[in-house]
Nanobody, 124 residues
């Protein structure tokens, strides 16, 4: 079973919202770090935010601050990325990545498990 699976992408109008899901398989969401990344065509992959479970701290990229939030549903072993006030420049393939276990309060430099990505298109 693939350890990390994203879903929830789609087409949304500018200003709209979308919630992406990251289902984690084979691990208990206790001590871990989750990162959300995105890659637009012709561009390098960039980090959107990361979450460390130790202290419950989320670190945001400037592009995500104030618009994106992360939440977890531990009984479903799922992490969500809520994206609001979406802009055309948010169009990209979004990836969820996991480090397990992770005992730090910061974000890891590298992630062990990556999902296959889900496409988000913001367009009118």
């Amino acid at each position: 079973q693939v350890p990390v699976v994203e879903s929830g992408g789609g087409l949304v109008q500018p200003g709209g919202s979308l919630r992406l899901s990251c289902a984690v398989h084979g691990f208990t969401l206790d001590y871990y770090a989750i990162g959300w990344f995105r890659q637009a065509p012709g561009k390098e992959r960039e980090g959107v935010l990361c979450f460390s479970s130790r202290d419950g701290i989320t670190y945001y990229a400037d592009s995500a601050e104030g618009r994106f939030t992360i939440s977890t549903e531990n009984d479903k072993n799922t992490v969500y990325l809520q994206m609001n006030s979406l802009k055309p420049e948010d169009t990209a393939t979004y990836y969820c990545a996991l480090v397990y276990p992770w005992y730090g309060s910061d974000c890891p430099n590298e992630y062990t498990y990556w999902g296959q990505g889900t496409q988000v298109t913001v367009s009118s």
